[in-house]
């Protein structure tokens, strides 16, 4: 037996250890090369002091170590330490049995359930975790901590694969989680990675580790380009959050995403939450559901970005087949002159704007109060569904990218024309 299989044998074991001023007794989380124990559920012997989490005792301090007689709450407490779990595809990614992701599934994969695993130590299961992502072209990514942007402490990092999520507890790995394989797949430019708002992960990881997030789909920035192309050229007043965007553009409710609202709830109420350990399984589980919906959320926002294209390209293929180009026109000035499907963007960015104005309010800066929809008529209005959580109706035209940014003095004078530009975001 090998001195990692060794201390490895410890794990979940209560033990009793004698200081020179005092004697804790506690159940093992892990036995560090360094000498160190990190124990959890620790109390002190002489005056019952219950500590909460985890304390690290380093090797040097440590005169005696006994292990007392095992309790039955002990055998409970070792049977209960499941640091492994599966989501239900049918109850918390419902989408996928109406979308066609070929991204998402293979023939390999168990597709009724999403596995989650927690990596809190290298020798067994960090190897085969980094393998597995290596393999991937996109990833979902998401990140837990105590702090704000770069000053956050990160506690854990989520990575999503097709049916897997893995939970690195980077307060126990630390920074050699990110030595040993973390830096290559996150600074690897030819794994997509797929989260939702980038500036504070890319911020903490650059602060605390040195690591530059690359090859990045932001989910809050695409919902802001579809947002501008559906208005016309408006930018909201505030972005989304990821339980909104989910909401809006994989048309789940709000008691399907009850977990995404309950992590935001925790993180406000106690951030600290995040230093708990052993984690308890509820909480392992929200993590997990924070990450699963990004990969179907990029392959759904991608389709309405390139809406307007596609739409463009058919109508470019029905007119040809209408109105054939005579072969020895092509290259004469006639057919370089801009086609009138192409001209039809104008129009249409026109139309939406006209259609944007009368459905938000604007603010004093042009931006539109996306969150304050004005009410529909009730033939619109979807049956009576909380128009504040669905998705709003279509402007007049398909909604689609729309490549012509307004320009000062162009549209109809009725039309109060965006102050924003992308420039902007």
Known sequence: M???????????????????????????QRINANKTVILEDVVDVKNGRKFPGVKLFFGHEILNVEFPNVTKTDRDNTSDHRPEGHLTVAEFQPYRKSLILRELTSDDDDESHVNFVVIDEFHEKFGPAMM???KQQVIGIGADGVGTFQHERLCWLQIATKNKVYLFDILLLGARAFKNGLSMILENNHILKVTHDCRSLAGCLMAQFGVNLTNVFDTQVADILCF??????????????????????????????????IKSLLTKEDKEVW??????????????????????LRLVLLDALMADYTGLVDSYLSGSREEPVHMQNIGSSSVLELPRELRELEHTRQKRQKWAVDR???TEQGLLERSNPRPLPSSQNGQGQDTATQRQPDPPVPSAVAPVVPAPGQG??????????????
């Open 228 to 261: 501008y192309t559906e208005t016309g050229g408006f930018l909201p007043d505030r972005v989304s959050t990821l339980p909104k965007v989910v909401s809006l553009h994989l048309k789940m409710s709000s008691s399907q995403l009850s977990s995404l609202n």
């Open 2 to 28: 090998d001195d990692f299989q060794f201390m490895d044998s410890f794990k979940r074991k209560r033990i009793k250890l004698t200081l020179k001023t005092a004697t804790f007794l506690g159940i093992v």
């Open 412 to 425: 109809p004078a009725e039309t109060p024309r965006p102050s924003n530009t992308l420039g902007g975001l």
């Open 360 to 362: 938000y309010p604007v």
């Open 132 to 134: 597995h992502i290596r």
């Open 275 to 296: 230093y708990v350990r052993p984690c308890p399984l509820s909480l392992l589980k929200v993590m997990a559901l924070s990450v699963i919906h990004l990969q179907p």
